[in-house]
């Protein structure tokens, strides 16, 4: 199955993040490993209409990196953790989504050697979690998501009725915006807490 084009990403960064629910997040080791994980959980992020970017496009590189191509791979940070996002619209406007959990589907034992878990959903049911355990790298920083070290393979769509939307993670600009997707009973899906309290839909 071919990878999404990094034109995929171009559209609406929320009708992005709602689409990526079962993708696949696939990552290639230096080593030539194959480690994959079904997207459960993603947050989308506009600036032109967002107030929370007031904070993202404030730090080093990230205003020029937000508005550059789609489908360009950027790491930001929270708490000096380094999490994935993927930039979306057009090239000049900042937009991004961010991945913040999976469900291994393939190279759990390895992905549980770079992150040593007691519980099996811990390994990445977070967005540094999932970076850690699968061994992404500053190197990805800047790449095209469709490149050969990580990329992105459709999945089997996710009806409506098995995605749960929500306001996103630790805001508080923007809290009330209904942009975090998440796939309903999913244990994989992150402990992080909503910012605002919305009618699920």
Not at 56 to 61: A, D, F
Not at 173 to 182: E, I, K, M, T
Request: charged share 20%; glycine share 8%.
């Amino acid at each position: 199955m071919h990878a999404l084009p990094p034109s995929f990403f171009a559209g609406d960064p929320v009708e992005v993040a709602r689409t990526l629910l079962g993708a696949v997040l696939v990552r290639t080791l230096a080593t030539g490993e194959v480690l994959a994980a079904r997207i459960v959980e993603t947050e989308a992020y506009d600036c032109p209409r967002d107030p929370s970017c007031h904070v993202i496009v404030r730090l080093p590189g990230a205003a020029a990196m937000l508005a550059g191509p789609p489908g360009t791979v950027y790491f930001h940070y929270a708490y000096d953790q380094p999490l994935l996002n993927v930039v979306c619209r057009p090239d000049g406007v900042q937009a991004a989504i961010l991945v913040r959990a999976a469900e291994p589907v393939w190279g759990e034992e390895s992905m549980r050697e770079l992150r040593a878990v007691k519980r099996r959903t811990d390994l990445s049911n977070g967005p540094a979690k999932l970076m850690t355990a699968l061994g992404m790298s500053a190197d990805l920083k800047g790449a095209p998501i469709d490149g050969p070290g990580l990329y992105i393979v459709p999945g089997e769509a996710v009806p409506d009725a098995d995605v749960q939307t929500t306001s996103r993670v630790g805001l508080r600009r923007g809290a009330d915006l209904p942009w975090r997707f998440l796939i309903l009973g999913n244990p994989w899906v992150s402990p992080g807490k909503p910012s605002m309290n919305l009618s699920p839909t």
